[in-house]
Nanobody
Framework: QVQLVESGGGSVQAGGSLRLSCAASGSIFSINIMGWYRQAPGKQRELVAAITSGGSTNYGDSVKGRFTISRDNAKNTVYLQMNSLKSEDTADYYC???????????????WGQGTQVTVSS
């Protein structure tokens, strides 16, 4: 019913920047929280950043001051601007959204397929 498609991952040197995008499509009535999580090899998935439809944001401690999350509600798209990247930011990044669908008006949690970010030192 709902698809989340990420783009913008890739390889970059330490200190560089990348911008991730995630577009939601399908039977969408509303989207409350959209966010980004990441999972490095051998580690648990962790919150990177999240944003509500009203623009309130929350960041993981390790990315505060370096990453910025934003969204375009009209396009059902969330962005993650990543600056001053470090090798420890290397991970698979997953888009997440709490979506109320038009068919049932029930909210559910959806995930994208993930996009890889590699930061070389």
């Amino acid at each position: 019913q709902v698809q989340l498609v990420e783009s913008g991952g890739g390889s970059v040197q330490a200190g560089g920047s990348l911008r991730l995008s995630c577009a939601a499509s399908g039977s969408i009535f509303s989207i409350n929280i959209m966010g980004w999580y990441r999972q490095a090899p051998g580690k648990q998935r962790e919150l990177v950043a999240a944003i509500t439809s009203g623009g309130s944001t929350n960041y993981g401690d390790s990315v505060k001051g370096r990453f910025t999350i934003s969204r375009d509600n009209a396009k059902n798209t969330v962005y993650l601007q990543m600056n001053s990247l470090k090798s420890e930011d290397t991970a698979d990044y997953y888009c997440n959204a709490w979506v109320v669908v038009t068919t049932t008006f029930v909210g559910s949690n959806y995930w994208g397929q993930g996009t890889q970010v590699t930061v070389s030192s």
